[in-house]
């Protein structure tokens, strides 16, 4: 009654009918096929920002410019219109200063990529 030279010679008086059970909570090693990350390879990754977070985080600074005029004309006791006027017109002046600079930088962006295109294909 012995298996691989495991169990019983004699499975008379133990107890148990001899049968010989496989351990499943044993596990095999594993092969590590792949290389694992050296750290010191590689440079660095650096994230680019991502556009549309930058995009609102710069139109919730021109709202927040917009609520403190309005907190301080109110404290001035001004009209509502001429509060309204005031601020609308602080609003579009700061829109349209972020377009501009939003235009601009997405120029200098197309820019790079003509330059790059233009490098690959005098390599090739």
């Known amino acids: 009654m012995s298996y691989n030279g495991i169990g019983l010679s004699t499975a008379r008086g133990s107890g148990t009918n ?3 059970v496989r351990n499943l909570s044993t596990l095999k090693p594993r092969r590590n096929d792949y290389k694992p990350a050296d750290p010191y390879d590689n440079e660095p990754l650096i994230r680019k920002p991502n556009a549309e977070l930058v995009l609102h985080e710069q139109k ?3 709202e927040v410019k917009c609520a ?3 907190d301080e004309l109110e404290d001035e006791g001004l009209a509502e219109d001429e ?3 005031q601020v609308g017109a ?3 002046r700061l829109t349209s ?3 501009k600079a939003t235009e601009a930088a997405a120029l200098v962006v197309t820019q790079a990529a003509e330059r790059e295109a233009a490098a690959k294909e005098a390599a090739e």
């Open 60 to 62: 919730r600074s021109i």
């Open 90 to 92: 602080l609003r579009e």
């Open 18 to 20: 001899g049968y010989i």
């Open 97 to 99: 200063l972020l377009k």
């Open 83 to 85: 509060i309204d006027r």
């Open 68 to 70: 403190t005029l309005q």
